[in-house]
């Protein structure tokens, strides 16, 4: 197996230059002057990492699941990791030069390439091959720790760094093994954890990076209520976004691991009509629940309707889409008082659709550089959601989110707990681009019909 560089689909330095309030104004700063805003030059550094370091982790196991199933897509799910790559190194060659960001990318790409070793050793029952390349990351990890530790001028120290990226490296070994020997929960679990452990770093570096280089930044912090708001929201979107893509493949496969990939994209959902009660009553958490489960079938009956031929059947379930659309962008735009307009909502839910529809025809065809492109702008579009609804809800209640955090830099590297305190609504936006969310029957039942 060759990992194979693909066209950029999204450069992270263009990601800087993206519209972040197209769905509301950001007001920046609360009265008394503490720091509100979700589109810091602050908080674009650190959802630019944020984006960029998730997404590895989710390709990483992608291709390691496609390469040890030997699968026809390999190579275009290869591509797509190798082109986040290059993504991570702009985004330091933005900061550090380009003679450290190419160092970067070498060290980068390095492992990379240990763990497809790894992946083929395990393929082939190799398990000289096996320890070879666990030898091999475990030299990365102390060439990327030190390399992060001299960047940062030990704002990161080594040690923190190098216990925060063995973590990294468990996590993909244990989403990958899991996966191998068939044990698909853990597989999923796994891998949604090393998705959530790299956002944790992406807010870690950009704090030391933010720290380093002030004027750059102009002082601002990416560590606030608000712009922590903006990131798990990020971190909730461009992750849906990915398990969508990759559950409805396995629905078109039917491949065994089909009800735990439904799993983990539902994972994050199950809580969505508490939150939303949580928030806004219980009437509109059943209001949410109702909407919610209507797309569902909608999305379901267009999979069931592409494996049958069903050109009637496809279209029927386009219309009930664009209805939910309608009906999902109306009940936000009243629950955020105005702040997120319908008509803005409408459009960004149409394009995550045909995002997700353009990857799913894609790959049913064998048109597997259409897919990954798909999958990538689909990650990348959940951004400006994230940063528009983020401002509209800090601006609806700003006694949240009207405080700078303590200013104290990281010390524990890539580990760390995650905020147990985050505001629950973050958990209701992620309620806009669900659309496959319990379909786990409807597209086993695709799957079956086309084997």
């Known amino acids: 197996m060759k990992l194979k560089k693909s ?37 674009e550094l650190r959802i630019t990492l944020d984006t960029a370091l998730t997404e590895h982790a989710f390709l990483a196991i992608e291709a390691m699941r496609k390469g040890v199933d030997g699968a026809e897509d390999f190579d275009q799910a290869a591509a797509a ?22 160092a970067f990318l070498e060290i980068w790409n390095s492992h990379i390439g240990y763990f497809v070793d790894y992946v083929t050793a395990t393929a082939e029952g190799n398990q000289e ?9 475990e030299e990365y990890k102390v060439e990327q720790a030190a390399f992060f530790a001299t960047a940062t001028e030990d704002r990161l120290p080594a040690a923190a760094l190098e216990e925060g990226l063995q973590m990294h490296i468990d996590q993909l070994l244990m989403a990958f093994d899991a996966y191998a020997e068939g044990d698909f929960e853990t597989a999923y679990t796994s891998e949604r954890e090393a998705i959530h452990h790299m956002s944790m770093f992406a807010e870690q570096l950009s704090v030391a990076i933010a720290d380093q280089f002030p004027d750059q930044f102009e002082g601002t912090n990416p560590d606030t209520p608000a712009i922590d708001l903006r ?30 990939a439904a799993g983990a994209l539902t994972a994050n959902a199950d809580d969505l009509s508490a939150a939303v009660a949580s928030v806004y009553g219980e009437d509109a958490g059943a209001q949410f629940s109702e909407i ?36 999902q962008a109306a009940f936000l735009d009243t629950a955020t008082e105005g702040r997120t307009p319908a008509a803005d909502l409408e459009t960004g839910l149409t394009a995550h659709v045909d995002q997700l529809l ?3 025809d894609s790959y049913v065809s064998g048109d597997y550089d259409t897919a990954y492109n798909s999958i990538r702008e689909s990650w990348a579009h959940m951004t400006m959601p994230a940063a528009g609804l983020s401002a509209a809800i800090t601006d609806q209640f700003p006694e949240q989110f009207g405080h700078e ?14 905020d147990e305190n985050g505001f629950p609504i973050g958990y209701l936006i992620a309620l806009l681009f669900v659309m496959l969310g319990g379909s786990a029957i409807a597209v086993r039942k695709f799957a079956s019909d086309n084997k």
């Open 405 to 418: 955090m303590p200013e104290e830099m990281p010390n524990t590297g890539m580990g760390g707990a995650a």
């Open 292 to 327: 919610w489960n209507s797309h569902i079938g909608y999305f379901v009956d267009y999979i069931v309707a592409t494996g049958e031929g069903d050109t009637e059947g496809q279209e029927a379930a386009k219309a009930e889409l664009d209805g939910y659309i309608v009906e």
């Open 231 to 260: 990131a798990q929201l990020n971190y909730v979107f461009t992750e849906h976004a990915g398990l969508a893509a990759m559950a409805m493949q396995d629905g078109a496969d039917g491949a065994e691991s089909f009800d735990q």
């Open 81 to 102: 990791l190798t082109a986040n790559s290059d993504d991570i190194a702009a985004a330091v060659s933005s900061v550090y030069g380009e003679e450290n960001g190419a």
């Open 358 to 360: 353009t990857a799913f």
């Open 7 to 43: 066209m950029l689909v999204v450069p992270m330095s263009m990601m800087l230059l993206m519209p972040t309030a197209a769905l509301a104004d950001d007001h920046g700063k609360v009265e008394s002057g503490m720091e509100m805003g979700t589109a810091t030059p602050a908080a």
């Open 129 to 137: 091959g096996i320890d070879q390349a666990l030898a091999e990351l």
